[in-house]
């Protein structure tokens, strides 16, 4: 039915990817950094769906239940840390976080 | 017999090895029992080798026993073996005896002090191989044991390793004494080239068949053992390193630097004396060595004001006394000065050490005082040591023994009117120093209180060292006093007989000329240094009692000559080609560290932004493949 | 049909750039909402209607919702300021270059791919259902296991030493 090639298929996913990653890179804000990263496992998952329906089987469907099973885990833990990290360093900037250094 | 003799080296090195690896963990009883045991029980043994030895004589002269090879190639053949005659057995009980008490005496003296195990550790070690010293059986085993003693007295000086200047005295004597060493392995090496062998025996006896007297190869061999001989017996002109060697505790001093280490230099001498029959030369430069060697040090030991260095300056004048005995070839002589000199010396320099301790490290004779009536006992076994050491006329064994030297001075086939003078001048400075020290240290006033009473274990060897200074003597006594040789009967038979060209009438001239000397300069310095204390004054304060105290300039005319040129050498040259390598690498090491050390800001976008690159770079890579 | 799909796309396109663009954090959350449906939509076209009824529902209703629960708790939209400090247009820069370089070669890598014609065969709820408890039974049950660790995890990280402040003692 749908008669849009594969390639832009995949192609629109990738570009979500990397709108995804540039917004990773490109945010200090941690809350950002985590949506940035939803962007790119809905991508991901996205990818898995088109490959379902190319070859006509629903395993590509159960990975993306899997993943959401993950992504939600992911969140919620990402979401606990970021509340410590904000009461223990009173900002949300990624760059505060840099006790690991190498003093030097 | 044999077993034994190979024990009484064995069982010191035993007992270091145990004190040193496991001293931390022991008490102090258990350590100290250890550490004097161990050479009780060597001395013991050394008793019943000797009464062997004494039975079987005169038919067996020496024994001898192998315990395994040690290098065997080409055609060097060299086999750890010991050998006992009477030389050896000589030396071993000094070495043994005198050593045990000083054992004893140090557990009491090194009792609050935190090295204990480490201090009996390296004890044993310096007996131990100043026993394989003694009792080798080649030339090259003694070696072994001559450069054992060196560590161990490097060891032992600078035992109180915290102060620096220990340290620096400690390096002096080694390096002084290792100069001496160079000379002398040189020296084997020509013998081993010459005559194929490392055995004493077979040296001596190949050397006199070979080697004509005066030839130029013995001359040579003869002069480097001699510096070898210098070096450890500080003599001139290696004698700097003595008076600074006091730097380590009194035992230290009274074992290493008075009764055995520097006595290694008159055994060299004495073992291989045939060497030096082939070369008169070099005996009549030991005996003018010796000659000067007792004045200087008699003279410098009159302006010292360090109690210490009063003694080893009186140390290397007495064993100036034994290289003019060996020089004149009155061997038998040398050995029995060695003997009763390690007895009072000893004594002395045990006394000196409780002295000192028990006057809170006080050295300087001028601030202590009136101890007589504080401190009998070691008053009264100081005072007989000082008696036996000027040598007070019949009733010390020092009295004897160095009357002994004198006579022979004069009166031996290369003695000399002269050699006798610088003997007796010494003996007058002898008696000088010795009772200047007595009176300054245990008459007058007090100007330092004594902190507590000395123990037994520090009094008692005392008290046995000042018994044998006195009957020591009587072993052997002139023929005109009582004709007792029962010494020289035991030594003659390994060393030859000395040769005399004068009469026994002059001997009787001679011993009451020593005997007025003797007496005459105690009371000199009674009246000196007791009754009218002023009359030191104008001496005291002379430059030339500064050119005394300083050694006669020996140590200013070192550093100039030697030490001063190296040093600024080693400093010009301190940043070569060489070390610019090592420290380029060392450089180049640390710039890469503070280069990656950006990479590693603790940033998160900075390692995600890495991830992305690493990510473009190798995904491109591949595509383009 | 295809137009639908160009329309959803450029939807989704331009909502998640709006959303990794704002200042504001509500702000951007919605705007990520809205890309997540117009994906659904996509998904929905694609064959995959129970999968786009669980994306808008758990995806979308949970996930999000939660996201901004959090967000309103760290009351962080005050700082409006700080944001606008932290995102200045140079910062873009070498971002994009990045994903621009990727993207190209994604594309290159997609020139062998041979596509097979679509066809109307939509792919139920019932055969998912199957494969899920048959073939891949195992994996459900660790995808559990991982759930169950999820909420402990979440639940004893973000818990907070009771601070109990007396009038004359602060004990933290």
């Known amino acids: 039915m749908l008669t849009v090639s594969i390639e832009t298929q995949i192609l629109f996913a990738g570009i979500l990817f990397f709108l995804g990653l540039i917004g990773l890179l490109v945010r200090r804000n941690m809350i950002f950094m985590l949506m940035s990263i939803e962007i790119m496992f809905n991508s991901a998952g996205l990818v898995f769906i088109i490959a379902a329906t190319h070859w006509k089987q629903p395993d590509g469907q159960v990975m993306f239940i899997f993943i959401l099973a993950v992504t939600a885990v992911e969140v919620s833990i990402a979401l606990a840390l970021i509340l410590q990290v904000y009461h223990h360093f009173k900002t949300l900037d990624a760059d505060a976080v840099n006790k690991l250094k190498d003093h030097n | 017999m044999t077993t034994i003799i190979a024990l009484i080296p064995a069982i010191p090195f035993l007992s270091f090895l145990i004190l040193a690896l496991f001293g931390h963990k022991l008490t102090r009883k258990l350590a100290g029992f250890i550490g004097a045991g161990s050479i009780g029980m060597v001395a013991l043994f050394t008793f019943i080798v000797a009464i062997g030895f004494f039975k079987s004589l005169p038919e067996v002269k020496s024994y001898s026993v192998t315990i395994w090879e040690w290098i065997n190639t080409g055609n060097l053949k060299v086999d750890i073996s010991f050998s006992l005659d009477a030389l050896s057995l000589v030396f071993c009980f000094v070495i043994t005896f005198v050593g045990f008490l000083i054992h004893v005496y140090s557990i009491g003296f090194m009792s609050k002090d935190e090295g204990f195990s480490r201090f009996f550790a390296y004890m044993n070690l310096f007996i131990g191989s100043m026993l394989v010293l003694v009792l080798a059986d080649n030339i090259l085993l003694m070696y072994l044991g001559w450069e054992g003693v060196g560590l161990c007295s490097y060891l032992l000086i600078g035992f109180w390793y915290k102060e620096p200047a220990n340290g620096y005295a400690a390096r002096k004597a080694f390096i002084i004494t290792r100069i001496g060493d160079t000379a002398m392995i040189i020296g084997i090496f020509i013998l081993f080239l010459n005559f194929g062998t490392v055995n004493i025996n077979e040296l001596m006896q190949q050397a006199s068949g070979k080697w004509a007297s005066g030839s130029s190869l013995a001359v040579l061999t003869a002069a480097l053992l001699l510096c070898g001989a210098l070096g450890k017996s500080a003599q001139l002109p290696l004698q700097t390193w003595l008076p600074d060697a006091m730097a380590g505790p009194s035992p230290v001093s009274a074992l290493i630097h008075a009764a055995t280490m520097v006595t290694a230099g008159v055994y060299l001498i004495a073992r291989t004396h045939v060497l030096f029959s082939l070369a008169p030369v070099v005996q009549s430069a030991i005996a003018i060595i010796g000659a000067l060697t007792l004045l200087i040090a008699g003279f410098s030991a009159l302006a010292q004001h360090d109690l210490k260095r009063i003694l080893a300056y009186s140390t290397i004048s007495q064993i100036g006394y034994m290289f003019l005995a060996l020089g004149v070839g009155a061997w038998s002589a040398a050995v029995f000065h060695f003997m009763i000199h390690a007895f009072f010396k000893a004594l002395l320099f045990l006394g000196a050490g409780i002295v000192i301790l028990v006057l809170n490290e006080e050295h300087d004779i001028f601030k202590m005082g009136g101890l007589r009536k504080k401190m009998p006992v070691v008053f009264i076994t100081f005072l007989i040591g000082s008696a036996s050491l000027s040598a007070l006329p019949l009733i010390t064994a020092g009295f004897y023994s160095k009357d002994e030297i004198l006579w022979y001075a004069y009166s031996s086939q290369s003695g000399s009117i002269l050699l006798w003078l610088a003997g007796i001048v010494g003996a007058l400075l002898t008696a000088l120093y010795s009772f200047r020290m007595i009176f300054i240290t245990f008459y007058g006033e007090a100007k330092t209180e004594p902190a507590f009473n000395p123990g037994k274990l520090m009094t008692v060897p005392l008290i046995v060292l000042a018994v044998l200074s006195l009957v020591g003597g009587y072993v052997e006594l002139p023929a005109s006093i009582g004709n007792i040789h029962l010494f020289s009967n035991l030594v003659d038979n390994t060393l030859p007989v000395v040769v005399v060209k004068a009469g026994e009438n002059q001997e009787i001239l001679f011993q009451l000329l020593s005997a007025i000397i003797a007496l005459t300069g105690i009371y000199i310095a009674y009246l000196i240094y007791f009754k009218k204390p002023s009359l030191s004054e104008p001496f005291s304060h002379s430059r030339i009692n500064k050119y005394f105290e300083k050694g006669w300039g020996f140590d200013k005319l070192y550093n100039t000559l030697f030490v001063n040129p190296v040093v600024w050498l080693s400093v010009i040259d301190k940043n070569d080609f060489f070390d610019w390598w090592n420290i380029g690498i060392a450089r180049l090491a640390l710039m890469f560290n503070s280069l990656l050390s950006y990479a590693q800001n603790g940033k998160l976008r900075w390692y995600l932004m890495s991830f992305a690159i690493g990510i473009a770079l190798i995904l491109t890579y591949m595509l383009s493949k | ?172």
Do not use: C
């Open chain 3, 1 to 172: 049909m295809d137009v639908f799909f160009y329309i959803a796309a450029s939807v989704a396109i331009i909502s998640t750039i709006l959303a990794i663009s704002g200042r504001n954090a509500i702000h951007s959350l919605l705007y990520l909402i809205l890309s997540l449906l117009a994906i659904s939509v996509v998904l929905y076209l694609l064959n995959a209607p129970f999968i786009a009824a669980l994306e808008v529902i758990i995806y979308a209703g949970a996930i999000m919702v939660l996201f901004i629960f959090v967000t309103m708790m760290l009351n962080i939209g005050i700082e409006r300021e700080t944001e606008k400090k932290w995102l200045n247009p140079r910062m873009w820069i070498v971002p994009s270059i990045l994903a621009l370089i990727l993207l190209v070669n994604l594309i290159l890598a997609l020139k062998n791919v041979k596509s097979i014609p679509a066809d109307n065969n939509v792919i139920l709820p019932k055969q998912v259902g199957i494969s899920l408890f048959s073939t891949y039974l195992l994996a459900v049950e660790i995808a559990a296991i991982l759930l169950m660790a999820g909420v402990i995890g979440a639940y004893h990280l973000g818990s907070q030493k009771k601070k109990v402040k007396h009038r004359f003692l602060e004990i933290k």
